[in-house]
Each structure stands twice: as structure tokens, then as C-alpha cells.
Nanobody, 125 residues
Framework: QVQLLETGGGSVQAGGSLRLSCAAS????????MAWFRQAPGKEREGVAATVTGSSYTAYADSVKGRFTISKDNAKNTLYLGLYSLKPEDSGLYYC??????????????????WGQGTQVTVSS
């Protein structure tokens, strides 16, 4: 059973930065699609960035392209999300998600079966 634990959330002012981490355990497959999602109160969960372990592939939502960076440390089974030039509209609960291959590294919720509990990001103006 894959388990995902997100850390690194917090409260920052607009223009600030954060780095989120997602520690994964219980991996049984060699390759996973992994992604970050976020959900603001009263809104649907939306995909932010995606990647594939062991690959240089990345995908970003248009709203965060150029400001967020997804990266991974395969040896540590850890996924990261660097958040830069933060805006108040970036606030929300940020989730890490994973899906073993065969998988599609999309920004769509149905592509992933494993989810963390989330870490809160709050950006004040």
C-alpha cells in the first residue's frame, strides 16, 4: 500500500516562496506517475504539476507555469514542489498523488489512486 505524506506548507505573503515535500513509502512498482494538486474552499481539486519517476517529463497547469517547479529525488522516494512568486489565489490544501505504471502523468484527479492528506498553503496579500 502506497502512503504519501506531504509537508512544508505554511503562511507567506504574496511574492514569497515555499517548498513542499511528499515522502512516499510502500512502493512496489519501479515507476510511478506523480503529481501535485490543490483545492481551495468551495472549489474543485485542480492539478498543478505532474511528473514520472525516472523520467525528465513534467507538466504544469497554465496558472503556475514559470512560478512552480516539480522535482523528485528517486533515491529518497520524495517528490517536491517549489512555489515561487506566490499569489493569494495559490492558497489551498496541496495534495500529493501517485499512480503506479501503467499510468498517465496528467493533471486530472481520476489518473491517480493514491493520495496524501494534504498540506495547507496560505498566501496573504
Amino acid at each position: 500500500q502506497v502512503q504519501l505524506l506531504e509537508t512544508g506548507g505554511g503562511s507567506v505573503q504574496a511574492g514569497g516562496s515555499l517548498r513542499l515535500s511528499c515522502a512516499a513509502s510502500g512502493y512496489t512498482a519501479n515507476t510511478y506517475c506523480m503529481a501535485w494538486f490543490r483545492q481551495a474552499p468551495g472549489k474543485e481539486r485542480e492539478g498543478v504539476a505532474a511528473t514520472v519517476t525516472g523520467s525528465s517529463y513534467t507538466a504544469y497547469a497554465d496558472s503556475v507555469k514559470g512560478r512552480f517547479t516539480i522535482s523528485k529525488d528517486n533515491a529518497k522516494n520524495t517528490l517536491y514542489l517549489g512555489l515561487y512568486s506566490l499569489k493569494p489565489e495559490d492558497s489551498g490544501l496541496y495534495y500529493c498523488a501517485a499512480q503506479p505504471r501503467p499510468c498517465a502523468a496528467t493533471l486530472r484527479v481520476p489518473s491517480y489512486n493514491y493520495w496524501g492528506q494534504g498540506t495547507q498553503v496560505t498566501v496573504s496579500s
